[in-house]
């Protein structure tokens, strides 16, 4: 999938597959394929090595009201497993577009803005925006 993903409109990307999930979990490694710059690159990412430990069940979700709550926990600030599984994504996201130099350097910066309020700002403020679907 991600070779054939790479030459799409998307400058820059990553499909990331864990087992049973499609995105970085927190107690098993992730095979990351990032595009950008006419590249593919794979490698895998571990979550342990970032100190980042999850299980399943800390991940689990719940009714549309409990993962929203779960949401705004972890916007709030929340110090949780499930907030450092978070935090790694986005720190992916982060490298992908490279605002940051390395995965240490955008967990550091994603840890900094759930906890500062950052995030929730950003996160409120896209909210409140009209969206506009593209059909492609």
Known sequence: IA???????????????????DEIGGDVPADVYQFGRGTVR???LEP????VRATREDLVGGSPAENAAALRAILGGERSARAEVVAL????ALLVAEAVESLLEGLLRARSALKDGAARAVFEAARSRPTKMEIA
Not at 10 to 21: D, F, Q, R, T, Y
Not at 48 to 51: N, R, S
Not at 89 to 92: D, I
Request: aromatic share 6%; glycine share 6%.
């Open 3 to 21: 070779p054939a993903r790479a030459p799409s409109r998307s400058s820059a990307g990553a499909i990331v597959h864990s087992p049973g999930l």
């Open 42 to 44: 794979r490698w895998r």
């Open 89 to 92: 994504n986005a720190a992916l």
């Open 48 to 51: 342990a090595q970032f100190d």
